[in-house]
């Protein structure tokens, strides 16, 4: 029998993301696997009434909550404090949360301070026996694990897209507040703000349901004997302001600007995917002059439906591992894409 | 303000990712087969803190860099012989298992016992530098527990930017989603980061660098403490290489036209 914790911060508008719905859904599937174990919602942030109405229905014996002002921005002392009273108040021994930045920067602080442990970018979560399996990737992605664990409270972080999110309708919540007294030393830290790119320029769309992958092919020279680098930003930006797509990119291309080449202005390592970048998920990917064998490739691990444009037919990184390979010259093709969608847009 | 600064920077070794992983079950539990055959690297985010913190370091005369790593001692010699070329830095090794089935608690706890044992440690200096994720466990869970055990409070992870300002304080750029960078402000060490790719470039090798570094990196490794890791507690069902080799439809022959009619007719499906 494990008590089990459904941890989540609100977002800034109060309510819950998705990547929390889907480790409710998690918890709540692991409650009702294993029996006799009671679900518990924890939340916090500056106000959580709204989020904890959104999941009145899910089935938990209570729903505890932080919150207040200190606990409005994402800082790693006051989450810890405000996850560490949760788990406490809720006696838990399984805590299910998602893997957002917030989450992930915090809780494994809060598994050592508790004496338990923490396994982030959990894949899966299964109940059999008595016993919570979790599983996940080890390598880069390149191999996957499965295990069990004996220190309580374990926390368990999922990877977000990895699981369905929970459903149901709101309903009247009682929360209970848990109060939460921090140190001057828990205040070190102000939260500035945000940078980011401004929002025509914003490529990267974790919810996009098309990630394009560019690759270092785009700045090499062409069949005229010249690279035509503006040519490809232009071709790539368009495609990505008519479908909307997420940008991912290889780390040889991202490279390339630090070597003084000629690159994708656009382009930043927080859209490098693969071996030291990103594994998002979508559910399509297309790529375009990426080439490349195994270690890199694990960049669409989790993307579904894959197709890949390509001059060498037996490129490592779409052989075997996409849909579909267009052996072809990506400029032209990009460039026809393009057309197709602009004109589908004015129709 | 200028302060001089301890920078402990934790970093492991990783195998080449061009190697051919596979997973073997040891008496001690998953593990790579002919792990010590293959070619290792610093950890590509521990590296990018390293050259962070060394570039910190020369910013502020008078800062220490230390690389404080948990590796086995021979392997860590073969990959030192590359990164004492890089920026100087004082190596503290711990000899021990390295591999991605190992318990990230059980690692910070003998990296924080390391640095605890730093001579000269000063909290109102310590800057606590480590990737935000390994290439081999991928948790990004280590340095959480590290500061726990060390007692300190602010934990940034995912960092591409830290500036010092003309008052000690520290602005640091950490990744958040959607792409964006969250901005702190923190009021000066103890602190502990967590980077990601960080912004500069791989320093070229300078020989002059490696024989500096290595003076005090052959008796690091020799006096390497032995350290137990395993991962008390946990039991792997399995660990497996995923088989996804797809059945790749090859189009060939197909005008550009043609191609980006089918592709866009998939993306409107």
């Not at chain 1, 790529?287 to 064998?293: F, I, N, Q, R, V």
């Not at chain 2, 606590?128 to 340095?143: D, H, I, M, P």
Request: net charge neutral; with cysteine.
């Amino acid at each position: 029998m494990e008590t089990i914790l459904f941890l989540a911060h609100t977002e800034t508008d109060g309510s819950l993301g998705k990547p929390a719905l889907e480790a409710l859904g998690a918890a709540k599937a692991l409650s009702d696997a294993l029996a006799g174990s009671p679900l518990v919602v924890g939340l916090f942030g500056a106000d959580v009434q709204s989020a904890a109405a959104a999941v009145a229905t899910c089935g938990a014996t209570k729903i505890l909550a932080v919150a207040g002002a200190d606990f409005a921005a994402s800082r790693y002392a006051t989450d810890a404090a405000a996850a560490e009273a949760l788990a406490k108040t809720a006696g838990a021994t399984l805590v299910i949360a998602a893997g957002t930045s917030r989450l992930l920067r915090c809780l494994p602080g809060v598994a050592a301070r508790l004496g338990g442990r923490a396994n982030t970018h959990v894949t899966g979560l299964a109940a059999g026996e008595g016993k919570v399996t979790v599983n996940r990737w080890y390598y880069r992605q390149r191999m996957e694990g499965a295990f069990t664990r004996v220190q309580r409270p374990w926390f368990i972080v999922l990877d977000p897209g990895s699981q369905p999110a929970w459903q149901g309708a709101p309903g009247h919540a009682t929360v209970e507040t848990v109060a939460v007294t921090l140190p001057d030393s828990a205040k070190r830290t102000t939260v500035a703000g945000f940078r980011e790119p401004a929002a025509d320029a914003q490529t990267i769309r974790p919810d996009a349901a098309l990630l394009f992958v560019a690759g270092a092919g785009w700045t090499k020279k062409q069949a005229d004997g010249q690279t035509h680098v503006p040519d490809a930003e232009k071709l790539i930006r368009e495609f990505l302001q008519l479908t909307r797509a997420s940008l991912g990119s290889s780390k040889s291309l991202v490279d390339l600007g630090g070597e003084g080449q000629a690159v994708l202005s656009f382009l930043s390592h927080l859209n490098q995917i693969g071996q030291t970048g990103a594994t998002p998920r979508h559910p399509r990917g297309l790529s375009a002059c990426c080439h490349g064998e195994e270690p890199h490739t694990v960049g669409w691990r989790f993307v579904n439906e894959r197709r890949a444009i390509s001059l060498d037919p037996n490129c490592g990184w779409a052989r075997g591992k996409a849909d579909v390979l267009y052996v072809a010259d990506a400029f032209a093709v990009m460039a026809k894409v393009n057309e197709l969608l602009k004109s589908a847009a004015g129709a | 303000m200028s302060l001089a600064y301890q920078i402990v920077v934790c970093g492991s070794i990783v195998p080449d990712p061009l190697q051919t992983l596979e997973p073997v079950t040891g008496p001690a539990g998953p593990a790579l087969k002919n792990e010590m055959m293959l070619p290792a690297w610093l950890d590509p985010w521990a590296a990018h803190a390293l050259f962070e913190g060394a570039h910190l370091a020369k910013a502020h005369p008078g800062s220490k860099l230390t690389l404080v790593s948990l590796s086995p001692k021979a392997k860590l010699q073969q990959v030192m012989m590359t990164v004492a070329q890089k920026v100087p830095f004082e190596l503290v090794a711990l000899d021990g298992p390295a591999n991605g089935f190992t318990d990230s608690a059980e690692t910070a706890a003998a990296l924080a016992d390391a640095i605890q044992s730093l001579a000269g440690r000063d909290p109102a200096r310590l800057l606590v530098f480590g990737g935000w994720e390994s290439a081999s466990r991928g948790a990004g869970t280590t340095l959480q527990v590290i500061a726990e055990r060390l007692g300190i409070a602010d934990v940034f992870l995912g960092v591409d930017s830290l500036k010092v300002a003309g008052d000690g304080s520290l602005e640091i750029l950490e990744r958040v989603e959607g792409g964006k960078h969250q901005v702190s402000r923190c009021a000066g060490p103890p602190a502990v980061l967590g980077w990601a790719t960080g912004s500069l470039p791989e320093p070229k090798n300078n020989p002059q660098v490696g024989m500096l570094n290595m003076r005090g990196v052959m008796p690091a490794l020799q006096k390497a403490k032995p350290v137990k890791i395993a991962a008390e507690g946990m039991a792997f069902a399995s660990v497996n290489v995923p088989k996804q080799l797809r059945e790749t439809r090859i189009v060939k022959d197909a005008s550009p036209e043609q191609i980006a009619a089918e592709i866009v007719q998939w993306i409107k499906s």
